[in-house]
Antibody
Framework: QVQLVQSGTEVKKPGASVKVSCKAS????????IIWVRQATGQGLEWMGW????????GYAQKFQGRVNLTRNTSINTAYMELSSLRSGDTAMYYC??????????WGQGTLVTVSS | YELTQPPSVSVSPGQTASIICSGD??????VCWYQQKPGQSPVLVIY???KRPSGIPERFSGSNSGNTATLTISGAQAMDEADYYC?????????FGGGTKLTVL
């Protein structure tokens, strides 16, 4: 079955960067795009961007352009989300998800990123 | 592109709950619905407007036409109390509705 396992909780200081990993199993990694979504406590889901594991190409929500970088390592079936210039408003749960178009999203367990001085 | 949901919906146990999701010409797109319980990742409950993944109870159904998609829970149970999000694609962008908190009481 499809499984996405994300890296653990992160605590960062303002201005730092964070890199979250998302290891895929149970399917052909390069066959499906990976998207990243974040959710602040008590808030809704916010799409950050997508990445094609087969080509490495990526697209980003306008809000995160220039601050987020989505990459992958196909040899270990892992996708990465790096967010830079962190501020307190970036404190949130970050999710990766396998995108299957109109067939929907399969989600990782989430990674909590806390930004605090 | 934006999807709009009501912030909250209440339903009595055993009754039918309807959660709407509105967007311009939304009926021209495919809509998915996700259920999210506190402390958990979202779970797909409807895809392609009206199809249920395996393991999702038959009481969950969906429709999409015009500018509105609807998630219907027939015979709502206490376990259905959760946040629900609609989702569509706009070109290569993922769009989420703001979410609806379903209270079963």
């Amino acid at each position: 079955q499809v499984q996405l396992v994300q890296s653990g909780t992160e605590v960062k200081k303002p201005g730092a960067s964070v890199k979250v990993s998302c290891k895929a199993s149970g399917y052909t990694f390069i066959a499906y795009d990976i998207i990243w979504v974040r959710q602040a406590t008590g808030q809704g889901l916010e799409w950050m961007g997508w990445m094609s594991p087969s080509s490495g190409s990526a697209g980003y929500a306008q809000k995160f352009q220039g601050r987020v970088n989505l990459t992958r390592n196909t040899s270990i079936n892992t996708a990465y989300m790096e967010l830079s210039s962190l501020r307190s408003g970036d404190t949130a749960m970050y999710y990766c998800a396998r995108a299957d178009g109109r067939l929907g999203l399969s989600w990782g367990q989430g990674t909590l990123v806390t930004v605090s001085s | 592109y934006e999807l709009t949901q009501p912030p909250s919906v209440s339903v009595s146990p055993g009754q039918t709950a309807s959660i709407i999701c509105s967007g311009d010409k939304l009926g021209d797109k495919y809509v998915c619905w996700y259920q999210q319980k506190p402390g958990q990742s979202p779970v797909l409950v409807i895809y392609e407007d009206n199809k249920r993944p395996s393991g999702i109870p038959e009481r969950f159904s969906g429709s999409n036409s015009g500018n509105t998609a609807t998630l219907t829970i027939s015979g709502a149970q206490a376990m259905d109390e959760a946040d629900y999000y609609c989702q569509a694609w706009d070109i290569s962008n993922v769009i989420f509705g703001g979410g609806t908190k379903l209270t079963v009481l």
